[in-house]
Nanobody
């Protein structure tokens, strides 16, 4: 499966952005999906995960109650709605697909990665 993330940009603190991740290739609905991010000078970290059916989600504490992950299997697209953005949310955001079931939070269990989209939150 090939993944293409989009939707990043520059936003003021307190604002919102919606990221999208378009999938092509093998059946998107077969994969658990996730979002990760990497801030300048830092390691890539987990943000959120969703099951293949979209019936269960999980969030890092740092984004809980602000971000919402969702998917539309008919459109082969994963989303991340980001609200109440903070300067510390500034990072390159990556989507990823895993052949494993359930909610996947570790990088090594993801098989495919998108190219990343930059989110910059100004104070």
């Amino acid at each position: 499966v090939r993944l293409q993330a989009s939707g990043g940009g520059l936003v003021q603190a307190g604002g919102s952005l919606r990221l999208s991740c378009a999938a092509s290739g093998r059946a998107f609905s077969m994969y658990a999906m996730g979002w990760f991010r990497q801030a300048p000078g830092k390691e890539r970290e987990f943000v959120s995960a969703i099951t293949w059916r979209g019936d269960s989600t999980y969030y890092a504490d740092s984004v809980k109650d602000r971000f919402i992950i969702s998917r539309d299997n008919a459109k082969n697209t994963l989303y991340l709605q980001m609200n109440s953005l903070k300067p510390e949310d500034t990072a390159v955001y990556y989507c990823a697909a895993s052949r494993l079931g359930g909610l996947i939070v570790t990088m090594k269990e993801y098989n495919y990665w998108g190219q990343g989209t930059l989110v910059t939150v100004s104070s």
